[in-house]
Structure formats: structure tokens, C-alpha cells
């Protein structure tokens, strides 16, 4: 029997039941115990894996070219679709109203589609209409409100009618947008898009049977200003109403695979559908949880649908490589056939899949009910109802936790489980003390870099984090398991090595099936993760009880590991999606948030969650030392890297061809500032530069020498200003970010946007009504701040009013307004209602809740004669 406290003399062994006989006494090691140097083995381990797992996530399908048609006449052609997209990106940035967009892009999309029309099967029918539309919404971004309203916008919409046009005309909707960002040539957002469904248009109407249901495609032409065009063809346009569902293909990075984000909401049919048409599944249920709880700073047309239209669909984007994403890198250049055939090869198979089914002609009848759902390593796709799910969850956890206990009890005659029970919790305690202690460990990591002006050292060198954040969790992790068993171990335990260590990963079963039961009981889905892994463990233990393997000599490591393997692939694959989306993401999240403390946290979960059903076999090793002394060593290593070396500098360029670029919105301003009469007060220009990452103020400063910028809420227009007189082109980014102001010379302006008033109108003692005229097509926003004492009541824009936003002490609605196709005078009309003095208000302010006060106005006027 293997003594913990070392002692190695027979005369000091105590006298308890012998259930490990083999043990060499004259070394006091136990035969279950295995060389010291597996512990760096273990961890090569994990790093052979993550790299599988890393090759898998980014391994595409080779691209089909011209030359395949002869033998895949009714594939999707990457080389076609290639085209496609060459001569969009070739236009250059397009955004919103510019000749790019609304005559070059419109044009060539037009030309194509009739194309297509001339060379379709002799069976099918393309109807082509071009949208030119108006309209708005309030929406909320970021909890703030604001009014988006759209002039002339361009939709380019084809329906391949379908054998159920005459009678039931339902259809499928699949969109994408082919704007950009300014500064974008927009190749994967969106143009790529745009490609794959030319390209399904292409190869749907070529083939001789006719779809069951007509398909929709809707090429639209302003998505980022945002979710626009969407909105005007899901309102206005004639074939909305026949849409039941809908595919939104969408891009977050650049390349890679498209991944399958949302779905619904309910209409589990949708993800069935997915699971047998795709040959190529990308899908996590966790990831659609992730994105619409608001952490990640971006949306989709998919809102618009759902939330306008009430119709059910599917949300699909490129999410690897987010540093190009937005930027003049997102260029046809990082974009080569295999992206395309991939995305291609799954939306041709999910639209046909779709179209030619059951449920697209009565969708409410399959409306009921959520999926879990989820790919391994693209292999194969696992699908799933909720209910389903929570019982899984609910059977793996228990099972998890008897079988193992009931197996180990049984190895020991029944006669050891209260020691079975207090190594369990021995391990459980471990590993939530581990967790823990490993979390302020990369906190306290994260605020240090940060203070020493080393933020992000990591943003383009991502290999850094497995040395200055795993390696440390890691470590910490196994600090606190020696420190447990030193504190709470049992000294004269007379369980064997293997059992106790055994025991031990029951408590890690434990730890995580909490976890996984709290998730699955507050109605979130992403719980399965953590099955997966709690049922890998399983296997293995069913397994070696039914082997009865457990008190061996290393043959129960030995199917714990394999099953661990498994759990790794599984664990690794989600450090990749979590690093791979949430790195770029730090590079445009403004300078208020640490991003070392986000990542480091990441990290820590990521450790703890690949490495956990490893760590208490650290007790199987003769010596620790050299396993605490290799982490020791790398976190040490990464650290001087990241801190003293150029590898730690977070920015690249395209010299290697994989750029990772800082991010700066620079913008050139003339402010000009007039009276009540419409006279010019003043004017002046200058730079406004924003704040996009925690490093962004240096490079700041550095361009604006000699001259010093400042904080934007410091500039003197603050004082008596509106909002500070700053051009205010999205609500998120002046509101929730730093931005600095730097004094030069006015910029030629092409296109003014300009109001003036036409009229001013008493509709009754209080009501007023103002008449504005705003000439200039193109981008602008409004801020309308009703004085003290007013309130805006109503206005012709739309028929509701945003509330408020609140900025630099001051309340004003937000109106974002875009024209896409050059637009006569917008005529303005605003009602607001005169309401008492600040003073006055301000008093009014002071009554308590559990009061009620009658307010009014009153005018004595004293008189002698």
C-alpha cells in the first residue's frame, strides 16, 4: 500500500486492510505510480490534439472549377462563383449611396441574373424585380435607442417559382447584402455571400424539376447602415407575404467556415432540415445563446426577420479571421475556392432540403419547441429537442456520478466508502478551489500587463496565450490539488493509489455536473458542452467497472486517457471557436474594458475545462517537480516574450500575408453653428479620432504630433452645445467610446447635408410645430434635443419616438437616416409640447413617490386706480 506521507519503514506502516499488495516498500512507490516525466507528456498530449483540432476547424473542401461540370453537372462550381465575387470586390468599397452601390453593383447584379435567366431549364421560371424603398424603425443597439430611416434603397429580388406558385405560393427566402463598410471592398461581408447564391440561382435553374415551393433571393443593397434594406423588403415589398422561412448568409471575419449561429426562434424543423441536407456541418447551439445575449457587438438581417417579419430562418456567417473583418483586407485575396465551395456545397443542399419538403407548406405545425444542436469536429452533427436535452443532461450527470462510486465501492468489498466519498469530495473541492484560485491568478496577470503598457500582446501572436494564460491556470490548478491533498487528504487512506486517484476524478464528475444541471435548470441549452465531457468520463468509467479494471496496474489510466482524448478534441475545439471569435472582437471594444482580463478569463475556462479530468492524475507521478517546473518555465518564457520582445507587439501588417491590424475611425469635420434666424454664429473643423481598442489613445497621440488631442468630452463646444457638436454617424460609437478632438483645417465637403426652417406653427397654447427641409443624399444623422421644458410629441419621420439617449448631461433622439438612390427634399415635421420652466421642473422633481401634485401655471396681476 502506497504511503502519501513517505514513510517508507515497515515498523511506521499502518495496520489497515491491504487492497494494493504490490508495492515495492524499500522505494515506498506505489506499482500504480508512472514516471515523472509523463506529466510533460500529458501536456504534449493536449497540444498534439489542440493542433488536430485546430487543422479540423479550418479544413475546407477542395473548390469544383469549370472543368468538373462534365461529371457534377448539378454541383455547385466554386471557380463560377469566384468570378462572381472578383468583379464585386473589384468595385471597391460600397457603401450605401455611393456609385458603387447603387449603379455599378445594381447593374452587374442585374446583368448576371439575366444571364442566368437566358441559359435556365426550359422548366423553370425566373421573375426579376428591382426595389427602390423608403421607410424606418426604431431600433435598440447596445440599450440605446435611436430612429433608422431609409430613402431609396435598392433591393435586387429573383423568385425561381415552384410547382406550388398557383396555389399555395410559399416560399424560402435566402438573403444576403452586397454594401459595405467605408474603406471595405466587403469580400466576405457580403460579397462572397452574394456569390454562393448567384451561384445556387445558377445551378436551381438549370436542372429539369421544377422545386416543390418558389425560392426567393434577395440581393440587398444596404445592410450596414443597419438592416435596412431588409427591412424595406420585409414591409413593402409584395413577396413578403409569402415567405415561411428564411436562410441569412452573413460574414464576421474572413474565410473559414460558415457557421451556423441562429436559428428559429423554435421551429426545430429548421435544424432537422440542417441535419440531413449538409454535407458539411458547422453548427453550435451555444453560439446562438453567446451572440444574442448581447456580448458580441454586431447583428444581422436575421433580427429584421424574425422580429419584423415573424418568419422563422436559419443565420449563417464566416466568423475565422475577424482582424479582417471591416477592413481594406476584406479582399477577394483571402478568399480562395475552397471558402466558397464549402459555404456553396451546404446552402444548395439546405435550400433544395428546404424547398422540396413537408413543413415549408405549413410551418406552424412544426413551430413548437427548441434544438440542441452541435457538430464534432465536423464529422458528424447531433440534433436533439430541449426536453431531450435537459433529460440527457440530467441521466449523464447522475449516471456519471453513481457508477463510478458504486464501482470503486464494489473494488473494495463495499467496506471503503466513506473514504471513497471524502477523495470525492476531496476532488471536487480541488477543482472548484482550482478553478477559482487559477481565475484571480490570470486577473491579476491581466491587470499587471495592462499597467506596464503590454495590453494585448497576445492580439496577433495567439500562440501567447497558451504561455502567459493556460500555462498559469494550469499551474495554478495544480497547486491547489497538491495543496488539497495535503490539507484534506486522508494520511492513512486504505485505498490504493488507483482508486484513490479514481476517486478523485469522480469529484471532477462532480464539479462539472453542477455546473452542467445549474445551465440545464435556467432554461439555457449551451449545457451540453459540459455533458459531452462529463459522458466521456462516463464511457470510461462504465467501462473499466465492467472490465473490472479498476484496482489493474495502469490499464484503467490507460482507457481513462483514451476516452480523454476524445474529451479533448471535444474541449479543444471551443478553445479554437472561443479564441478565434472573441480575439478580434478585443480589437474593437473601445478602451473602457481590459481585454487581458477577457481573454485571461477565457483562457482560465478553457484550461480548467480541458485539462480537468487530467489534473488529479498528477498523483500518479513519482515526482511532481517536473511538471511544475516545465509550467513554471513557459509561463516564464511567454511572459518575457510578450513583455521585452517584438513578438508581444499586438499589430501586423500583410507582410506575412495574415494581418491583424489596430483600428481608427478618423473623421475630417466642419462644424458650423447658426442662430435662431438661420445666420452662421461660428465655425471651425478639425479631426475627430475614436477609440477602438485598449492601446488605440498611444497611436493617437503619436499621429497628432506635435500638436496634443483632446478628450472629446473636454472640448469647449461641450460646454454649450448640443451633444458637443460631434458627428455623430452610429449611437454605440460617440456614446460608449472614448474619442478625441483634434483642432485643423475645414475638409471639402462634396455633399452638405443641410435643414432649414420653413415654417413654425401654433397648433394650441402648449403645442408647436416646426416645418424642416433637409436637402443632401446621402449618410447623416440627426440629434433633435428639445429645450428645457419641452418635449417632443410627435414627428413625421416615423410613427413612434426613440427614447432619449443621454450624453455630456443633455437628452436628444437619435435619427439615422440614409439614402441610397440620390432623393428630392426631405420635408420634417416635428410636434413638440411646451411643458413648464427647468425651475420649475426641477422642484417638481423634489416630491417624493408617496406624494401626488396637481402642477400649474399661474399670472396674478395687481391693479390700483
Known amino acids: 500500500m502506497f504511503q502519501p506521507t513517505g514513510q517508507s519503514s515497515k515498523q511506521k506502516h499502518p495496520k489497515v486492510k491491504v487492497l494494493d499488495p504490490d508495492i515495492d516498500y524499500s522505494k515506498a512507490k506505489s506499482v500504480h505510480s508512472i514516471s515523472s516525466w509523463w506529466g510533460i507528456g500529458g501536456i504534449f498530449i493536449v497540444l498534439v490534439v489542440g493542433n ?13 472549377r469549370n472543368a468538373h461540370l462534365t461529371h457534377f453537372p448539378a454541383a455547385f462550381i466554386a471557380e463560377r462563383a469566384w468570378k462572381d465575387l472578383k468583379i464585386l470586390n473589384d468595385f471597391g ?14 447593374d452587374f447584379l442585374n446583368r448576371e441574373i439575366s444571364y442566368i435567366d437566358q441559359l435556365k431549364n426550359r422548366n423553370q421560371q425566373l421573375v426579376v424585380q428591382n426595389q427602390i424603398v423608403s421607410g424606418g424603425y426604431v431600433g435598440v443597439y447596445m440599450n440605446k435607442s435611436a430612429a433608422n430611416v431609409y430613402r ?25 447584402h452586397f454594401d459595405s463598410v467605408a474603406g471595405s471592398p466587403g469580400a466576405s461581408d457580403d460579397s462572397g455571400s452574394c456569390a454562393v447564391m448567384l451561384e445556387v440561382l445558377r445551378v436551381l435553374s438549370r436542372q429539369s424539376d421544377v422545386n416543390r415551393y418558389s425560392i426567393i433571393f434577395l440581393f440587398n443593397g444596404a445592410e450596414e447602415t443597419p438592416l435596412q434594406a431588409s427591412h424595406g423588403f420585409i414591409t413593402k415589398h409584395p413577396w413578403a407575404a409569402d415567405v415561411r422561412a428564411f436562410i441569412n448568409l452573413e460574414s464576421a471575419g474572413s474565410g473559414g467556415k460558415e457557421m451556423l449561429f441562429q436559428s428559429g426562434p423554435k421551429h426545430p424543423w429548421l435544424i432537422e432540415a440542417y441535419a440531413r441536407a449538409v454535407p458539411h456541418p458547422y453548427a453550435q447551439a451555444a453560439a446562438e445563446e453567446i451572440f444574442q445575449s448581447g456580448v458580441i457587438p454586431s447583428d444581422t438581417d ?16 464566416h466568423t475565422a479571421n475577424g482582424y479582417r473583418y471591416h477592413t481594406r483586407y476584406d479582399s477577394i485575396d483571402y478568399i480562395p475556392l475552397p471558402v466558397l465551395q464549402r459555404t456553396g456545397d451546404n446552402i444548395l443542399a439546405l435550400t433544395r432540403a428546404i424547398a422540396n419538403g413537408d413543413e415549408l407548406g405549413s410551418t406552424e405545425r412544426y413551430a413548437q419547441g427548441y434544438m440542441v444542436f452541435y457538430d464534432f469536429l465536423g464529422l458528424f452533427f447531433v440534433s436533439y429537442s430541449a426536453d431531450v436535452g435537459l433529460m440527457i443532461n440530467l441521466s449523464v450527470v447522475l449516471l456519471s456520478i453513481i457508477i463510478p462510486f458504486l464501482s470503486l465501492a464494489r473494488s473494495t468489498s463495499g467496506t471503503h466508502g466513506r ?48 504561455g502567459v494564460y493556460c500555462c498559469p491556470a494550469l499551474l495554478c490548478q495544480c497547486v491547489v490539488h497538491l495543496l488539497c491533498n495535503r490539507l484534506f487528504g486522508s494520511k492513512t487512506t486504505p485505498l490504493s493509489l488507483a482508486l484513490k486517484v479514481q476517486a478523485r476524478l469522480n469529484g471532477v464528475n462532480l464539479f462539472w455536473g453542477m455546473i452542467t444541471l445549474g445551465i440545464t435548470f435556467t432554461g439555457y441549452r449551451l449545457a451540453y458542452i459540459f455533458m459531452v465531457l462529463i459522458l466521456c468520463s462516463l464511457c470510461s468509467s462504465t467501462l473499466i467497472s465492467m472490465l473490472g479494471l479498476q484496482n489493474t496496474v495502469h490499464k484503467w489510466l490507460l482507457l481513462h486517457m483514451l476516452f480523454q482524448i476524445v474529451a479533448l478534441a471535444w474541449s479543444t475545439q471551443f478553445y479554437h471557436i472561443l479564441m478565434n471569435m472573441f480575439v478580434p472582437i478585443t480589437g474593437r471594444i473601445g478602451s473602457s474594458i481590459n481585454p ?5 478569463t477565457l483562457a482560465t475556462f478553457a484550461t480548467l475545462f480541458s485539462c480537468s479530468y487530467l489534473t488529479p492524475l498528477l498523483f500518479l507521478l513519482k515526482k511532481t517537480d517536473k511538471l511544475i517546473g516545465e509550467l513554471v518555465a513557459i509561463t516564464l518564457i511567454a511572459l518575457v516574450l510578450a513583455t521585452s520582445t517584438h513578438v508581444g507587439f499586438p499589430y501586423r501588417d500583410d507582410a506575412v500575408k495574415a494581418p491583424a491590424v489596430q483600428r481608427h475611425y478618423i473623421t475630417h469635420t466642419v462644424r458650423k453653428f447658426y442662430d435662431h434666424n438661420g445666420g452662421e454664429r461660428y465655425t471651425d473643423a478639425g479631426f475627430l479620432l475614436q477609440e477602438l481598442d485598449r492601446n488605440a489613445k498611444k497611436t493617437i497621440e503619436g ?7 483632446t478628450p472629446m468630452r473636454e472640448i469647449p463646444a461641450c460646454d454649450k452645445e448640443l451633444f458637443c457638436a460631434i458627428p455623430f454617424y452610429s449611437i454605440w460609437h460617440q456614446v460608449l467610446f472614448e474619442n478625441y478632438w483634434l483642432p485643423g483645417p475645414a475638409p471639402v465637403v462634396r455633399q452638405a447635408v443641410t435643414v432649414s426652417l420653413r415654417e413654425k406653427e401654433q397648433l394650441s397654447e402648449h403645442e408647436h410645430r416646426l416645418h424642416l427641409v433637409l436637402k443632401g443624399s446621402f449618410q447623416c444623422s440627426l440629434i433633435i434635443g428639445p429645450k428645457a421644458g419641452a418635449t417632443l410629441k410627435r414627428w413625421s419621420l416615423l410613427s413612434e419616438i426613440p427614447t432619449p439617449i443621454e450624453f455630456n448631461g443633455q437628452r436628444g433622439h437619435f435619427v439615422l437616416l ?48
Open 818 to 865: 440614409t439614402a441610397g438612390v440620390e432623393s428630392e427634399p426631405m420635408n420634417i415635421t416635428l410636434d413638440y409640447h411646451k411643458e413648464h420652466t427647468p425651475v420649475f421642473n426641477r422642484l417638481l422633481a423634489r416630491v417624493p413617490g408617496w406624494a401626488h401634485v396637481v402642477p400649474s401655471v399661474a399670472a396674478v396681476n395687481s391693479y390700483t386706480f
Open 52 to 64: 488536430i483540432t485546430n487543422y479540423t476547424n479550418s479544413h475546407l473542401p477542395d473548390g469544383l
Open 302 to 317: 436575421f433580427r429584421v426577420f424574425r422580429d419584423v417579419g415573424r418568419i422563422p430562418g436559419m443565420d449563417f456567417a
Open 703 to 709: 499621429i497628432a504630433m506635435p500638436d496634443v488631442v
Open 419 to 466: 473514504q471513497i466519498r471524502s477523495e470525492t469530495m476531496t476532488g471536487f473541492l480541488a477543482t472548484f478551489l482550482g478553478a477559482g484560485a487559477s481565475g484571480v491568478l490570470c486577473f491579476f496577470i491581466g491587470l499587471q500587463l495592462d499597467a506596464i503598457g503590454r495590453s494585448m500582446s497576445w492580439y496577433s501572436s495567439t500562440n501567447l496565450i497558451l
Open 596 to 600: 487581458d482580463v477577457i481573454v485571461g
Open 93 to 106: 468599397p460600397k457603401p450605401t449611396g455611393t456609385y458603387t452601390n447603387e449603379v455599378l453593383a445594381v
Open 152 to 176: 431609396n434603397v435598392q433591393n435586387v429580388v429573383v423568385k425561381l417559382v415552384g410547382r406550388s406558385e398557383s396555389t399555395s405560393r410559399h416560399a424560402l427566402l435566402l438573403n444576403c
